[in-house]
């Protein structure tokens, strides 16, 4: 009973929470519960929903045409589960980008296939190009006379514009499932769990003696001007294991808007085939790279789109319990695990409330957010219509209408949920926890956490959560990466993820009072509205 003792350390780390725990106990609904675990296991179809986002509609990146595709399909699913669900615009956020067609080869000194992939936003080759390969090692050029050195080098040339990656063996496993010993440690600390160790994160020297490199896109410009024809980086991550054996990482950030210029073409290839080149290059060997990049650009609908579908409450209709996890996903992979794995729960946390005949007092309102991966953009427009104003936090009408909100991103089983610096949900979360032990679900994390759509919450004083998941394989594997598929998915996992959002929901939804609010938090050590 590890989450007993996580509640008592919670108690004895604030005090304030004994007066408002030690009142009655918090209610839970184990016949409802039964059903819940009943439709979710034995009727599951969150496998299925994930399935389809992840393999038929593909990597549904930020505002692209797949994206836009996949929503209607989640809508239409919505209507088969019994929901009027409601597609709602916001924006411009900025282009469509998608990657249409990325083909990549070394034909000399020996045939090598390379696996790659485009920067998004960064534009597709002018056709077929053939083209000499140059080293441009960008960490380690300091001044503009560096780099005018290069201009006669590289016109026309396929430039490969990063160091080597240095790769070394790997002896950790790539998955893992959290220990009741880790959980404990994160429960009874105010730490964060470091998926990935720090040290291990590859950063391109920034100083040196010689002084700090030009920054990458001063260099990018100047390579366009000098007339390269694509430039070449090896994937990101880390050089103890992971993002390496033909994973490759690939991240989008922020939409471009129509007036800005098109970043010039540029893949990310498997470190090992970089390295390869990179290395025959330095030993004076004339390398010959073949590539064709074809983008499709959607510069007439700039704007973007959230999901929403809603189970009306009864008395207490006008109050809103709201689940949600972002809808979006990097370019690479097919953002199985990130996140079609928590779209499909959400979904599928409203087929099963739905299923089993619930009435929930409040409403309970689920939405899938787009462009969560550039930068929250959903999920804060979203917050900016119906309940504050982002930039003052100035509140609206509904602001006090918002009971509680859970978020749902990546794929792992739930563990534990995170308190975001409200001691007063302690005896509530404990209480609804319970039920769910046997799969995993036992402890209360008592740090605040960033980034994913909760945060838009939490950023005015709206109380936002998540859970604890076991990373399984997703930061040595899937994180952003081509290898973000269908197959890492982990069905017991989705299903269990979805009978605990279904019954938070609807025990938030049922219980008399809102969620307490604390009138003033610290998140990560820094003060935050209200
Ligand atoms: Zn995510």
Known sequence: MHYL????????????????????????????????????????????????????????????????????????????????????????VGLGWENRYTSVHMLGPEYMTIIAYPVPWSRGTEGRITGTAVFVNAAAIRSEAELEAYRAEVRG??????????????????????????????SRFFVLPQSEPATAVYVPPTTSSLGAPLPLERIEAFL???????????????????????????????????????????????????????????????????????????????????????????????????????????????????????????????????SIGAQPRRTIRAVLWGSEEAGHLGSRSYINNHFANWETGEPLPDYDNLSVYFNT??????????LEGNPLVVPIFSAWMKPFNNLGLTHLIPVNTRGTDSDSFNAVGLPGFKFLQ??????????????????????????????????????????DEKIPRVEERLINGRRWLK
């Open 224 to 354: 366009e001007t000098a007339g390269a024809s694509l430039l070449v980086s090896p994937g990101m991550g880390t050089n103890l294991g992971a993002f390496d054996k033909g994973t490759v990482r690939v991240v989008g950030g922020a939409p471009i808007s129509p007036a800005d210029p098109k970043p010039m073409p540029h893949v990310i290839v498997a470190p090992e085939h970089y390295n390869r080149v990179v290395r025959l290059l330095e030993r004076g060997v004339e390398v010959t790279i073949e590539a064709e990049v074809r983008i499709h650009y959607d510069e007439e609908d700039l704007q973007d789109y959230n999901l929403v579908a809603e189970i009306p409450g009864t008395d207490l209709a006008h109050e809103l319990v709201m689940i949600g996890g972002h809808f979006d996903a990097e370019s690479a992979g097919t953002g199985a695990t990130d996140n079609a794995s928590g779209s499909a729960v959400v979904m599928e946390t409203m087929r099963v409330l739905h």
């Open 409 to 418: 991103d990546w794929y792992g089983r739930f563990r534990g949920i995170f």
């Open 5 to 92: 003792k996580a509640i008592f350390v919670g108690l004895f780390s604030w005090p304030l929470i004994v007066a408002a725990g030690a009142s009655a106990q918090e209610p839970v609904d184990y016949e409802v519960i039964e059903r819940i675990k009943a439709e979710a296991f034995g009727n599951s179809q969150v496998m299925d929903v994930a399935g389809t986002l992840a393999d038929v509609y593909g990597p549904r990146f930020s505002n692209s045409p797949s994206y836009n595709r996949a929503i209607q399909w989640a809508q239409e699913k919505f209507e088969e589960f019994g929901f009027d669900a409601q597609i709602e615009s916001f924006g411009p």
């Open 157 to 186: 040339k396929v430039v490969f514009v990063a160091p080597e990656r240095q790769l070394v063996p790997d002896f950790e496993p790539s998955g893992e499932r959290f220990t009741q010993a880790q959980l404990d440690d994160w």
């Open 470 to 511: 076991d990373d399984l394989e997703y930061f040595t594997t899937t994180w952003h990466s081509n290898m973000d598929v269908y197959d890492r998915l982990v069905a017991e996992d989705l299903m269990g993820n979805a009978a605990i959002l279904a019954s938070f929901a609807y025990h938030a939804a049922m219980r």
